[in-house]
């Protein structure tokens, strides 16, 4: 079955301590009650978990792009990439950090055009504009 997961997700009461601590690090920080999946999933690697979580953590926290702006762009890499649980799951932090059913729709418009001239483009290959390259 494809939706079966490769390794089985590991629940708090079944977690090591020290996997239990990011996870109570993951709730405390996210303001809420309970661990998803993916955290779960790579709970079977102690280290990959923390790694993860820690850079997760520095990359989406507070910086020069507003926080919708950071879950919009995770979406639009998220559905190029063909990833089903991250589009899903930014798609959900971003409307509740407010984007609209338009704004989705947009960026994924901007998602399907950018994959189009993309490959047109890579393609073609057209010289770079001399005025689009850095001075």
């Given at each position: 079955m494809a939706d079966e997961p490769v390794v089985q997700p590991i629940e708090y009461e079944d977690a090591s301590d020290e996997v239990r601590a990011v996870y109570d690090d993951?709730?405390?920080s996210r303001g809420i009650d309970?661990?998803?999946?993916?955290?779960?999933?790579?709970a079977?690697?102690?280290?990959?978990?923390?790694?993860?979580?820690?850079?997760?953590?520095?990359?989406?926290?507070?910086?020069?792009?507003?926080?919708?702006v950071?879950?919009?762009?995770?979406?639009?890499?998220?559905?190029?990439?063909?990833?089903?649980?991250?589009?899903?799951s930014h798609t959900a932090a971003a409307r509740a950090k407010g984007m609209t059913d338009a704004q989705l729709m947009e960026v994924l418009a901007v998602v399907g055009m950018a994959n189009e001239t993309n490959r047109l483009s890579n393609g073609l290959r057209p010289p770079v504009d001399v005025q689009f390259k850095p001075r």
């Amino acid at each position: 079955m494809a939706d079966e997961p490769v390794v089985q997700p590991i629940e708090y009461e079944d977690a090591s301590d020290e996997v239990r601590a990011v996870y109570d690090d993951i709730k405390e920080s996210r303001g809420i009650d309970w661990v998803n999946n993916f955290w779960k999933v790579l709970a079977h690697d102690p280290e990959l978990l923390r790694r993860t979580w820690s850079d997760i953590k520095h990359v989406m926290g507070p910086g020069a792009l507003d926080p919708l702006v950071k879950e919009m762009i995770y979406i639009a890499v998220s559905a190029t990439n063909g990833c089903e649980y991250c589009t899903y799951s930014h798609t959900a932090a971003a409307r509740a950090k407010g984007m609209t059913d338009a704004q989705l729709m947009e960026v994924l418009a901007v998602v399907g055009m950018a994959n189009e001239t993309n490959r047109l483009s890579n393609g073609l290959r057209p010289p770079v504009d001399v005025q689009f390259k850095p001075r």
